[in-house]
């Protein structure tokens, strides 16, 4: 478990590495509000008789990274193309899902959709979004709000560099998933032992 967390860590400095120092080399400036590139929306509020157990889609709220439970309907009916969530009123937080994963978010989750890849890469989106984020110093007390995520510019490096970013990560964020598992089996596997 030591050894996976340790994994994890210089694993995460890698991918923050990696976003530095393209970050560095960002020559383009991009702004949220360009309807040609960006597609933002909000989730719709979820009460909690429709909460099913084997809903079709996972209930994506504030805390984006986790899944909250499960319903029969979402408001989003395209999931061909990734999506980038925020937190609106929570902790900031981003994340990435991959296209043709159902999710419903709620009204305390905004979903970007990236329109034009030649812009921009959606995966390496989160990153910049992320620290611009915490510039704003967005949080429980400063909402994320969809005006205020239309407000942001970030600047990005070329295509090549991007697409380079996103391959490294996602190696990285595969070994790191392979360190999670250890860690999370880890107290199943002590009990066996103590069992045995």
Sequence with gaps: VEK?????AKLESQIKHVFSVATRNATKT????????????IGRRVVSNEIV????YKVVSANVHDEFGRIN???LDDFSIPSVLWGIDGDWMVNYIEKDILFAPTDHCGVIRV????EIIPKYLTYPLLKAGEQERFSRANRASTERIRALSITVPDIDTQKDVVTTVLKCEAKIAEAQAVINS?????????DK
């Design 4 to 8: 996976a967390r340790l994994q994890v």
């Design 30 to 41: 991009l702004r949220l509000s360009d309807s040609k590139i960006f597609n933002l929306l």
């Design 53 to 56: 157990q084997n809903g079709q």
């Design 73 to 75: 309907h979402s408001v």
């Design 115 to 118: 329109l034009d890849e030649t």
């Design 186 to 194: 880890s107290a199943e596997r002590k009990q066996a032992i103590l």
